[in-house]
Structures are given as C-alpha cells and as structure tokens.
C-alpha cells in the first residue's frame, strides 16, 4: 500500500523529465527521467507546491544525472506497505556506495537473510525508490547485469553504471535506451 496523501514534483535532469512523489513521511517513489516517455498515472496524482526539503532532494536527483557523486541515505524514505524484509534489503543496498556493485546473494547475507537472494530479486523488481535506493548497483554472483525493471530494461542499467565508472563505457554503442533523445 503506498501512502493515499502523496505529491509530484516534476522536474527537469540532463536526462530528462524526472518525478519524484512524496508524502509527509517521505519519498513515495521516483520516475527515471526520459526524454519521450509519460509519465505513469501514479505519479499524476494531485499536486502541492513542494517543500524545501523536496526541492532539495530533486536538486540530488539532478545532479546525479548531470554526473556527480551524489549520497541518498539521508533521504528519507515513506516505506508504507513495504515488508520487513525488504526494508532490510533495500537498508542494505542503501550502503552500497556510488560507483560499487553487490551481488544479488550478497546483498541478502548483507540485510541478515542469507540464502535469500530471490528475496532480493523481488525486491529490486519492486524497488520504488531507483537512484535513491541503487538497485541498479545489484548484479547477477557471475557480474553479468542481470535484470532492471524500469524502463529501458538492462540498457538504462547499463547506463547508470557507465555514469557512476562501475561499468567501462564499451566501444559497442547501447541501443536507443530510457534517457535518449530521438
């Protein structure tokens, strides 16, 4: 259940459009920035002016995507709805730092449930928070990219990594993803 009073503040990004809902407890969940994609009817919902401290969390957002190394564990999170477990799971990969990587069983033995690494899976299919919770930063035991379910699949991940020096820019150019212009 996500929380019923929630806000949108649209803002612009070197990458696109992003949205990033809140509510009084916290970050509701945020849009990866596009250039041609609309935005999802969850985060249509009624608006208010945004408070300093969303304002701020957007410039962070922005300024992630223009290239800076940006910390989000100060962000705080509303986790409505949200098990224990994967408050844990997402806790831990909250610690990962920019530009690192973990492995999907890692992470499980990180946030005190070894052996759950499915859990894990789940739980970055069902992330809420991309950017602020990294689970782009989570890769398959063999380092291979694995899954992403945002939009752009395993090419905005890709992306992402590139951006934070996890992963070398490769000489094979990335097919039309998330954040390009057409």
Not at 96 to 114: K, N
Not at 115 to 123: C, L, P, Q
Request: charged share 20%.
């Amino acid at each position: 259940m996500i929380s019923p009073m929630a806000w949108t503040y649209l803002f612009e990004t070197p990458w696109g459009l992003c949205a990033l809902q809140w509510s009084d407890l916290g970050v509701v969940g945020v849009r990866l920035p596009s250039h041609e994609a609309p935005i999802d009817h969850d985060f249509r919902r009624a608006n208010r002016h945004p408070t300093a401290e969303v304002v701020q969390w957007g410039d962070m957002l922005r300024s992630y995507f223009a290239g800076d190394t940006v910390n989000f564990r100060t962000v705080p999170l509303d986790q409505m709805g949200v098990s224990e477990t994967k408050q844990a799971i997402y806790a831990a990969l909250r610690e990962v730092e920019y530009g690192q990587t973990t492995s999907y069983g890692a992470l499980a033995i990180r946030a005190g449930h070894p052996g759950a690494a499915r859990a894990v899976g789940t739980a970055m299919a069902r992330n809420r928070w991309p950017i602020i919770v990294p689970c782009h930063r989570v890769l398959a035991k063999n380092g291979a990219l694995g899954g992403f379910s945002a939009p752009g699949g395993v090419n905005t991940k890709r992306r992402l990594l590139e951006l934070e020096g996890a992963v070398a820019d490769s000489d094979k150019p990335l097919p039309p993803g998330l954040f390009d212009k057409t």
